[in-house]
């Protein structure tokens, strides 16, 4: 439900301490959302390259090497995401502590590769899941970030949300929800009465499978019932609610979260679902640029919107991370309006694994932090990555 990204205010849980980035790549399949392995390989030989200082014909002598270290941490991710995340500042800290990041080649067994303390991943097809099952096996004492059974849970959006209700969020101010949604499977589906009758518009429709591709990303809201007609199933249809055009996007990085307020979609006035003269749907790219209730720029949308409770942000982000079994996420809240029905309460609206981190002010601490706690703790044999108990104290800062 959010648009363009844009950092205003910030719990950070560390001093030195965020729009989840669609990670798609022109050599990336639409369809399957699977990437050209020898494209992977490509990008990533360019990018050490660039870290390198070298031009892009030019070859790194034979006596180039990297600094010393003590951990390799192995990354497999589409060539997108290695531009945003795996950058020189993170490469540089990451170096600094006695870490080493290394671009695993999925069309290569991991056993001939590594060896690895850790593995960081971010790619959908099933051979690459077979390749984790395989080294897993071989190699349990070794974290995998994450498992692929856990990460399926957030592919698909028609159960991706059934986690909230395992989250235990009671005594904070307001109560946790989700929209009300439901599943269209085919173009039948939405000639079914019964079926859309609990829902009121508007709309936003999503696709149902979450695969890395740049389809799976495109949404549109849906002002009236004659708007269903442009839908391409398998969709769901989840209610729009009204939440002053402020998004709170927090990340999850083990156990710490950040919560950064974002601009998101304008509230939609009554008198909207009425103009029979107004599109009836509108795809994501073109609500975006409509004017807010705020202000007609983004500078000043959303300044004056108070911050969730810290209690309530690390209290939810500690309880998905527990009922997910993931370390690497981020997820949507907003805040209901009175006229949508829900004053005073939150909502959560969607869960993206492994978002765009770059995004996050001092992700490099972040991410370097969490690498050290995941490998220490491997190396003790806690098996859990990181603790369970209470999340450090946040507080607020501008950024």
Not at 177 to 200: G, M
Request: hydrophobic share 40%.
């Amino acid at each position: 439900m959010s648009t363009k990204p844009r950092c205003v205010c910030v719990h950070l849980h560390n001093p030195q301490g965020s729009t989840t980035v669609q990670d798609y790549h022109p050599h990336t399949n639409t369809d399957t959302g699977q990437i050209d392995r020898d494209t992977l390989a490509e990008a990533e030989h360019s990018r050490e390259k660039k870290v390198m200082g070298m031009a892009a014909d030019e070859e790194p002598p034979a006596s180039a090497t990297l600094p010393p270290h003590t951990y390799t941490i192995g990354y497999a991710l589409q060539p997108k995401k290695v531009d945003t995340v795996i950058r020189p500042s993170l490469v540089a800290l990451a170096a600094e502590r006695g870490m080493r990041l290394v671009a695993v080649d999925p069309s290569r067994p991991l056993a001939d590769q590594g060896p690895f303390h850790l593995l960081i991943h971010k790619l959908y097809d099933q051979q690459w899941r077979a390749q984790l099952e395989a080294f897993s096996a071989l190699h349990p004492s070794v974290p995998v970030v994450d498992p692929p059974a856990a990460v399926a849970r957030l592919l698909d959006r028609a159960s991706m949300l059934d986690v909230v209700a395992e989250v235990n969020a009671a005594g904070r101010a307001g109560s946790l929800r989700v929209p009300l949604q439901v599943t269209i499977h085919d173009t039948s589906d939405l000639a079914d009465p019964d079926l859309l009758a609990a829902l009121r518009f508007p709309l936003i429709a999503k696709p149902l499978d979450v695969d890395g591709s740049a389809g799976s990303h495109a949404m549109s809201l849906v002002y009236r019932r004659d708007g269903l007609a442009g839908l391409r199933p398998p969709v769901v249809l989840q209610e729009f609610v009204n939440h002053g055009a402020v998004l709170f996007k927090v990340y999850v990085v083990g156990a710490h979260a950040t919560c950064v307020r974002r601009r998101s979609l304008p509230d939609v006035p009554a008198e909207r679902l009425l103009d029979l003269d107004a599109d009836a749907a509108v795809p994501f790219a073109n609500v975006s640029s409509l004017a807010t209730v705020h202000a007609d720029t983004e500078d000043d949308v959303g300044d004056d919107a108070e911050m969730p409770p810290p209690g309530l942000v690390d209290e939810v982000a500690r309880g998905l991370r527990r009922a997910l079994g993931l370390h690497l996420f981020n997820f949507d809240m907003i805040r209901g309006r009175k006229a949508a029905g829900g004053a005073g309460q939150y909502f959560i609206i969607d869960i993206n694994y492994f978002p765009g981190f770059d995004k996050l002010p001092g992700y490099e601490v972040a991410l370097t932090d969490f690498f050290d706690e995941m490998i220490r703790s491997a190396g003790t044999g806690s098996g859990t990555g990181v603790a369970d108990g209470a999340m450090p104290p946040t507080f607020s800062a501008d950024v």
